[in-house]
């Protein structure tokens, strides 16, 4: 086992419990998504959302980290926007061309993608030698 394999990532249990709890509230919003219940989905994106910008700004100093939960928070923006679109009976109308608000939605997913391939593109390689959780 080289020394990166024996090295642990301990997260504290009051932090473990929030992501937990995160993802409680993610599985409800998207069954309310799913069955069409507005109101539930539109209230869970509040916690959801919240507890992931929460968890983002904890692990700020573990790149790695950080990386991978932004992307997760706009995952979640992109996510709610796409509920919402079509909770709203909007998600098919036009806003220009042939983009509809929908599409929109892949504003933040590509922002998801662009920090995950900065990340694995240009920051890991620079940082061989740093600790990191992926």
Not at 19 to 24: K, M, Q, S
Not at 75 to 103: P, R, Y
Not at 106 to 121: K, N, S
């Amino acid at each position: 086992m080289n020394e990166d394999e024996k090295k642990l990532y301990n997260i504290p249990i009051a932090y473990r419990k929030m992501e937990n709890l995160h993802i409680v509230f993610w599985l409800f919003k998207d069954i309310a998504w799913c069955m069409f219940w507005k109101p539930l989905g539109i209230a869970m994106i509040v916690p959801t959302l919240s507890i992931s910008i929460v968890i983002a700004w904890r692990t700020r100093h573990i790149v790695s980290e950080l990386c991978h939960n932004l992307a997760i928070t706009v995952w979640i923006m992109a996510n709610s926007f796409w509920m919402c679109s079509e909770f709203f009976g909007v998600d098919t109308q036009l806003v220009f061309g042939t983009v509809t608000v929908k599409h929109l939605a892949m504003i933040p997913f590509v922002t998801g993608v662009l920090i995950l391939a900065y990340y694995y593109l240009i920051y890991k390689p620079r940082h061989k030698n740093q600790t990191a959780t992926l």
